[in-house]
Nanobody
Framework: VQLVESGGGLVQAGGSLRLSCAAS????????MAWYRQAPGKQRELVAV????????NYADSVRGRFTISRDNAKNTMYLQMNTLKPEDTAVYYC?????????WGQGTQVTVSS
């Protein structure tokens, strides 16, 4: 499984961005998918997770109500809609996909929120 993120960039506080994660390879084996982020000097943290069918989601308290995770299995793509962005959302955002054998990571996409 290969994962490629896109959609990061520089945005002002209060703005929005939509991240995408395109999966390829053995996509039929993917179960849950998730977005993580890592800010400079901090540990990588879970932002949001979605189950295989897309009907169940969960969010970190810090983003609940502002971010929305979704996936389109027909397109093998997962999304993260980020609204009302804050400077503390600045981080590298990583896509993660889980199979019954192992997990896979994308290369990350930088999100920078200016105040």
């Amino acid at each position: 499984v290969q994962l490629v993120e896109s959609g990061g960039g520089l945005v002002q506080a209060g703005g929005s961005l939509r991240l995408s994660c395109a999966a390829s390879g053995s996509t039929f084996s993917i179960n849950a998918m998730a977005w993580y982020r890592q800010a400079p000097g901090k540990q990588r943290e879970l932002v949001a997770v979605i189950n295989s069918g897309g009907g169940s989601t969960n969010y970190a308290d810090s983003v609940r109500g502002r971010f929305t995770i979704s996936r389109d299995n027909a397109k093998n793509t997962m999304y993260l809609q980020m609204n009302t962005l804050k400077p503390e959302d600045t981080a590298v955002y990583y896509c993660h996909a889980r199979t019954i054998v192992r997990g896979y990571w994308g290369q990350g996409t930088q999100v920078t929120v200016s105040s």
